[in-house]
């Protein structure tokens, strides 16, 4: 493996890299605009992703220890994760807003129970709308002492509850913003660190052509 190979390695894992998670971004945001869960393609782009990330980064850990061992790179699969996070945890939040931005009827619901599941704690509760009856997630952490509390549905489906509770509007709004946030300052970082690498390698490419007199072979 030659300083050539290494520099092109990098540039092709990047690229692929990169087009699977444009892809899965499209897709998760696509989701969370038409209300749906996340879809069977969002998810196997995901797993690609994650599998491709791992193998990736081992390549690119053994190449840079067998050819170029003293230059500081670190490769991008921090910047992946938090792009896979901020599609799951931030397309909830996004799913959140869009149903916010429709329009909505208030009422007063009952609330009748809280359970938890793991650590998170779950309320349910029944409410009427023109004389129909229903029943949904509430959004509050605890039953209120009257067990009143008013909420929001969609007008066009009285079946969902837009209201929200202030830990899931803080966890997956704010969330997902902080989780792109740090995609897009770990991506400036690690291009940073690879334009410096590259400038590197392909010095130690010249270096070898100025001392062979003539092209490295590359493998």
Same mark, same amino acid.
């Given at each position: ?12 894992? =990047?690229? =692929?890299?990169?087009?699977?998670? =444009? ?11 038409? &209300? ?35 230059? &500081? ?23 959140? =807003? ?13 609330? !009748? ?10 309320? !349910? ?43 899931? $509007? ?20 690690? $291009? ?14 010249? !270096? ?6 003539? &092209?490295?072979?590359? &493998?």
């Amino acid at each position: 493996m030659t300083f050539v190979d290494l520099v092109f390695f990098r540039r092709v894992s =990047t690229a =692929t890299m990169v087009l699977v998670m =444009t892809a899965f971004l499209v897709s998760a945001v696509v989701g969370a605009v038409r &209300n749906e869960h996340p879809s069977g393609l969002t998810l196997a782009l995901a797993g690609i992703a994650i599998v491709l990330g791992l193998v990736f980064a081992g390549m690119r850990s053994l190449r840079f220890a067998a050819v170029a061992r003293d230059i &500081n790179t670190r490769g991008p699969l921090p910047v992946f994760l938090f792009v896979l996070f901020a599609g799951f945890i931030g397309g909830i939040g996004l799913q959140q =807003t869009v149903l916010a931005l429709q329009p909505t009827v208030s009422v007063i619901a009952e609330v !009748s129970y809280c359970g938890t599941s793991g650590r998170t704690v779950k309320c !349910s509760g029944e409410y009427t709308v023109d004389g129909v009856e229903h029943d949904g997630d509430m959004p509050v952490r605890s039953v209120p002492s009257d067990r009143k509390v008013e909420i929001k549905v969609l007008a066009a489906d009285h079946d969902v509850v837009v209201s929200k509770s202030w830990f899931d $509007i803080a966890f997956f709004r704010g969330g997902g913003i902080a989780l792109i946030g740090l995609a897009i300052g770990y991506g400036v970082r690690w $291009i940073r660190l690879a334009r410096t690498a590259t400038v590197e390698l392909l010095g130690r490419v010249g !270096s070898q052509v100025h001392s062979n007199g003539s &092209n490295p072979v590359v &493998n």
